[in-house]
């Protein structure tokens, strides 16, 4: 069975498995009413056989609400926050609209008139929880035969050898749960790629009709912005008479405009491709989500941040503080406040890249980077409005002033405060990764921000904390040392070989 049928069948199956458990959350909310005198003891107990109409009604229209949010949809990676956000609004929104049609369609049926307006609450409530339960374990189901029977895999196929192309493939190959079965590379010299010498390189775009069809390849993807609109067009010519599905990795400009809209001028028709969401009364809810945050956040953690600066100072001589000054909003410097990690003398040999084991490092500041404990300081940052929760990470002033010059639209990335993590990070762009990349993942949380936005990244962030996601990433840095001209725009691969791009002494910028 190829993908497309897997797909479909798994999409089928969800549809019905959703209905099963609508129709279970029913039933279990009329035995809770039956069974439980709240608000009020129920006079007239009818049988449930009686509500069938009911409950065909709510089913077909959660179902449908579901189908228009496109959560029958399959996709690669999904993110449990937009799913659980999903199914809340879509029975929201589908228990009102049954109720509306069975209210008009059956109004003088004293069944429905006596329907109990708890039973409503119950079943409402009972449907979130079976779904979401309903949908990790399908989720796991398909995750289960992913990994030990390769059911779902596809064969993939990447177009080009420049830094994109190895960002795709590095991302391609650290996260096995995408369903991707890497076969090879295609690129304009033939030539394998230095950094990754393990990855076949199956020929030159012209050869694509043949490769596709000798590979069985079930999707392309064409990782070469740098190559232009042209270049990407011939390419795309070679594959219109093959069965493959293509995608294209954007370039700075396509991602800016992805999602353009018209405007206009007195009459005069123009073209708006960026619309910062963190504007208006936004404005005043980002600010206080971080400050109730941050609040709540310094009163749970200051147990925390006492052992912790008692810690510090007891093992080595220095304050418990590292403050160093970064760029925030706007580009207006201000004190970053951190734990020190490293020795009080880390730079009296002048400022450095850090380094994996870096000696400068404090055994105990070892473990503080390692569950991110140094950063939790920058919730005294967000308190006082200097840093945000969510955002991008602040660099220092003589890093951004040599970012500005080299990347697009790097300083848009200051239209908002700096965060204590951001949608950059939780998706894997830290500091050994092209400052182009991740400024790209800056200007999408700028024009995309909502507030599930900021809690999903929240969420992420504590869950990869946890898992120590990134202990991998880590160990794959080379303790030796490359300016910093050198590190802009590189991406995963060819940084795997030197330090990881923080900043001086205690300063990590991920």
Same mark, same amino acid.
């Given at each position: ?89 879509? +029975?929201?929104?589908? +228990?009102?609209?049954? %109720?509306? %049609? ?9 069944? +429905? ?112 912005? !740098? ?23 954007? *370039? ?55 052992? &912790?600066?008692?810690? %510090?100072?007891? !093992? ?38 850090? &380094? ?9 500041? &070892? ?37 500005? !010059?080299? +990347? ?46 900021? %809690? ?47 900043? &001086?002494? *205690?300063?990590?910028?991920?």
């Amino acid at each position: 069975m190829n993908t497309q049928k897997l797909r479909t069948l798994y999409s089928v199956t969800l549809m019905l498995l959703d209905a099963l458990l609508i129709g279970i959350a029913f039933i279990l909310a009329y035995r809770l009413r039956v069974s439980l005198n709240w608000p009020e003891p129920l006079v007239n107990v009818v049988s449930i056989d009686l509500y069938a109409s009911l409950l065909l009604i709510q089913i077909l229209s959660i179902v449908a609400t579901l189908f228009f949010y496109r959560q029958y949809y399959i996709v690669r990676a999904a993110s449990r926050v937009d799913q659980i956000y999903y199914i809340i609004a879509a +029975v929201t929104l589908g +228990v009102l609209i049954s %109720i509306a %049609i069975y209210t008009f369609v059956f109004k003088n049926d004293p069944v +429905v008139l006596d329907f109990p307006r708890a039973m409503i609450i119950y079943a409402w409530f009972f449907d979130i929880v079976l779904l979401v339960i309903g949908r990790i374990l399908h989720q796991s189901l398909r995750s289960w035969l992913l990994k030990s029977r390769g059911i779902g895999k596809d064969r993939l196929l990447v177009v080009g050898a420049d830094d994109m192309a190895k960002i795709v493939l590095q991302r391609v190959l650290w996260s096995p749960n995408l369903g991707y079965e890497l076969i090879g590379v295609v690129n304009q010299d033939g030539q394998p790629i230095p950094e990754m010498p393990e990855i076949p390189i199956l020929g030159m775009p012209e050869e694509l009709p043949h490769i596709i069809e000798d590979y069985k390849v079930d999707e392309l993807l064409i990782a070469m912005p !740098e190559k232009g609109h042209r270049e990407t067009v011939r390419i795309l010519a070679y594959c219109e008479t093959e069965h493959v599905s293509v995608k294209i990795f954007p *370039d700075v400009f396509e991602y800016v405009t992805s999602q353009a809209t018209i405007d206009d001028l007195g009459g005069l028709p123009l073209l708006s491709v960026r619309d910062n969401a963190l504007r208006g009364y936004m404005l005043i809810f980002k600010r206080l989500m971080d400050f109730v945050g941050a609040a709540i956040g310094l009163i749970l953690v200051s147990p925390i941040m006492l052992f &912790t600066a008692i810690a %510090i100072k007891l !093992e080595s001589p220095g304050p418990a503080f590292f403050v160093q000054e970064r760029m925030g909003l706007d580009g207006r410097p201000f004190k970053m406040i951190k734990f020190r990690s490293m020795r009080k003398d880390a730079e009296k040999d002048g400022p450095g890249w850090t &380094t994996e084991n870096d000696p400068r490092q404090t055994r105990f500041g &070892t473990f503080l980077r390692r569950f991110e404990l140094d950063e939790l300081p920058n919730l005294i940052n967000v308190l006082l409005g200097e840093m945000s929760l969510v955002g991008p990470r602040p660099e220092q002033a003589h890093y951004v002033a040599q970012f500005r !010059e080299t +990347v697009p639209q790097y300083m848009a990335r200051h239209r908002e405060r700096g965060g204590m993590t951001g949608w950059a990070q939780v998706n894997g762009l830290r500091g050994d990764t092209s400052i182009t990349e991740r400024t790209k993942y800056d200007l999408w949380y700028s024009a995309n921000w909502s507030i599930l936005l900021d %809690i999903k990244i929240i969420l992420r962030t504590l869950w990869q904390i946890v898992e120590r996601k990134n202990s991998q990433r880590k160990k794959t840095v080379s303790p030796t040392t490359t300016p910093l001209e050198d590190i802009i725009g590189r991406p995963l691969s060819e940084q795997s070989s030197m330090s990881s791009p923080q900043s &001086t002494a *205690d300063s990590k910028n991920n």
